[in-house]
């Protein structure tokens, strides 16, 4: 491995060990009284730091919002990163993320809430994302269900947003998502899709490897859209419709100016 990856990881270990005390410290006031500062001022800070460390540049477009639930489509761990560097979301992800050693770890600590996609309605996984929400935290997926090379966007699953019409907003009948389109630029002409892990052959961890070696870095753009209101859709299939073209229309109208 190269010199440059070996001082980027090192940077990372210590970040992280420096400020797992404080994390944890911050974990507890969350669970004993809803105090989420701590929490959500060192995940920023950590996620813009490794950014720094690896040298992704980070922007954004768009203004975000108080909105309930955030989603985009996905491209990259690193997608993780920016998220984090901008919200203050707690993700929901397939339930195969928690066994990946290390970034496991990482995804538990974050209060992710993990998820079997063919058995989303399991009352113990809605009640987990409902509980979440009634605490007044938003929550953030990936409709898609996989990752891509960037190029494109894949038609968003419907089962996730059948949330928006719980009981958490049923009574109020308020309530909003806010679509956001996730674009790279990459540091590799011939490459664009250099920071997507969608390729059969690859795995994450080799993604991570290619990517830390890599001495000069590109960057990654989050285009954030006009929330929608739950209640002008009637389903959960027409909303996430309606954020399918919203994150595509971000795809194309900024693809060319990055």
Known sequence: MSSIAILRILIVLALTI????????????????????????????????????????????GLKSEAHIFVSNHVSWIDILAINSTLDVVFVAKKEVRSLPGLGVLAVLGQTIFIERKSLNALT??????????KGQSIFFFPEGTSTDGSIIKQF?????????????????????????????????????????????????????????????????????KPIEFNKYGNRKNLSFACYKAVESGLVSQENSL
């Not at 004993?32 to 040298?55: N, P």
Request: proline share 3%; net charge positive; charged share 25%.
């Open 125 to 134: 996984q809605k009640w987990a994302v409902e509980e979440c929400l009634k």
């Open 157 to 225: 699953k419907s089962s996730l947003f059948e949330v928006c019409y719980g009981e958490t907003f049923k009574e109020k009948i308020l309530g909003s998502v806010q679509p956001l389109t996730i674009i790279y630029k990459s540091p590799v002409e011939n490459d664009p899709s250099f920071y997507s892990f969608w390729r059969e052959e690859d795995t994450i961890f080799e993604n991570i490897k290619k990517i830390i070696k890599k001495a000069r870095h590109g960057r990654v753009r989050l285009v954030f859209h």
């Open 18 to 61: 420096t400020l797992m005390p404080i994390y944890l410290l911050g974990l507890a006031l969350d669970c004993l009284f809803g105090q989420r500062i701590i929490v959500l001022l060192i995940k920023k800070f950590w996620s813009r730091a490794v950014m720094k460390t690896i040298g992704i540049k980070w922007e954004l477009v």
